[in-house]
Structures are given as structure tokens and as C-alpha cells.
């Protein structure tokens, strides 16, 4: 069993590294490999896309990537491996981004990523910090985490779907705000499971475990 965090420069990995390596020796859940390589990512049994700064960016250096939108494609698409997207790597499941000036995503589950606009004007963009999850659907890897438990977030931008039953969870946060979303074999967090302690390690075991 093998599960690659896809490398492409758009982040720190280091974090993501060590929690999916802790997670995956109590669980039993093979080898993890951070890997820039696309030949990687089409041996992998499941896979990782992080990414940290502004969707155009990501989207940018993840396409910059000689064979790795093929690759995932061929992957996620085709094979129907587990995949996991954290923060923009979730983003980027969008049709489009439309931070800065619109991007198309990969499109894997249908929506765009719009500012975050609360509705009270004391609340700052970035929305930092923990927040309480609101789960509203059943998923395998939410298997152990209910509303309440807390979710650690850096982001100035959210997912707004455009079926809300591909939804798993929100926040509150001057009105809802996307955190989890999920279709078939695809599942992505605004928030860093790696940084969310307790409820984000339990996130990741789950995943390891996880055979849609």
C-alpha cells in the first residue's frame, strides 16, 4: 500500500508528511512518500494534494508539472484510487477559482471558490484559527468526528458548491462556510488535518483505512 502527498511546490509538506507517516504505522497503512514524480503518483494506492497561498498559483505549479495533471487524471479518474485535498489542493476540486482573476480547476466535483464574506464586520479575512465543525452527511473518513470537534483553518477563500449534497461539513463563520467536501472516491479539507490535532489525525487514520 503506498500513498504519495504530491509535491509541487506549493507549501511546507513537512507537517503533512509526518502526521500521514504516524497515522499510517498505527493503522497499518503502508508506506507514505512525498514525490514530485508523476510516475509516483500512477503506482499510488492513494494520494494527497496539499496546498498552501492563492488557487491561480497552485494551479499554475501543479500544471507546470510535466505529466502530473495526466497522471492524477489517470489516477483518481480512471483507477479510482482515494484521494485527499487539503486546503487549496481542496480548492482546486472546484470548476474554477475566482481569486485574482479565474482559473479553471480541475473540476472534479462542480463549484467555485469565491471570498469568504462574512456577515458580521468584526470578523477578520483570513479566517484563522480553530473553528467547530458542523458535520452534515455520514462519510467514512468523518467515521469518529461530530459536530464540535475542532478544525484548525488559514484561508481567505471557500468552496461554493454547486450541488450542496457533495457538502460533508461547515463552519460558522459570519454565515456558513465550506470545510469538508466529498464525491466517490474524492474527499477535501478547507482546514489542515495535519495541524487539527486530535480530530484531523482521527481524519487521516480514517482515509488511510478507507475503501470507497
Known sequence: MLTVLVDYDSGNLHSAQKAFERMAAEVGGGAVIVTSRPEDVARADRVVLP????????????????????????????????????C???QMLATVGREYADTAGLDWIGGEVVPIAPDDPSLKVPHMGWNDLVVEHPHPVLDGVTSGDHAYFVHSYQFRLANPADRLAHVAYGG???????????????????????????????FLRWRP
Do not use: Y
Not at 59 to 77: F, P, S, Y
Open 51 to 86: 496546498g498552501d497561498g492563492a488557487f491561480p498559483a497552485c494551479r499554475h505549479a501543479l500544471g507546470a508539472v510535466d505529466g502530473m495533471i495526466d497522471a492524477l487524471t489517470e489516477a483518481v479518474q480512471t483507477r479510482a484510487v482515494p484521494f485527499m485535498g487539503i
Open 88 to 90: 487549496v489542493g481542496m
Open 176 to 206: 456558513d462556510v465550506t470545510a469538508i467536501v466529498a464525491k466517490g472516491n474524492v474527499i477535501g479539507t478547507q482546514f489542515h488535518p495535519e495541524k487539527s490535532q486530535a480530530t484531523g489525525l482521527r481524519m487521516i487514520a480514517n
